[in-house]
């Protein structure tokens, strides 16, 4: 198929269906952090169902059962207890819906599964509030590198580290003092 993209008759299964979304994001120009997040959702999504799972067994219920292990189980770097972030489970589950609402868009499924699973809502502790004082005493401490980064998370309004590492100079303009961030 073109651009190595997987022909349509030939996405049946689970590790058929993610690596069709991966090529088709890097095809798109995705960034290497979208990429590795495409990568983290797939593999838990493979070990959960199984590469060879027929996309067409998938259910609303086992959309749901996956939605309770990925927040149990999907943590993929060895730290703590293996349970993920509810913020964390949330963009997964978002991926992983994607997936199969291509699925859906390239006529191999009738329906995504993942279409109605409730993604749980993000913990109000991990999005606080940090006032300009308190960034401008951490910036002091921190080494140069560090400190652009964490002005440019609080007083750019980036996210960190996806739009911090991915800037570019291009995208500065020092005379206008304006600044474009392509997410």
Known sequence: AAK???????????????????AHSAAGGSVAGTLDKIDVAAANLIDHFGG???IHTVTPGDANEYSRWLRLHGRRDGRGDGSLAASTTAKQLLTVSGFFRRAVEKEWLHRNPFAGVQRPPCEAEAQQYVPAGVALQVIEQCDPALA????LTRFGGLRHPSEVHALEWEWLNLPARRMVVYA
Do not use: M, Y
């Open 4 to 22: 190595g993209l997987a022909a349509a008759d030939t996405v049946s299964t689970i590790a058929d269906l993610v690596a069709d979304c991966r």
């Open 52 to 54: 060879a799972r027929s």
């Open 148 to 151: 652009l980064r964490v002005a």
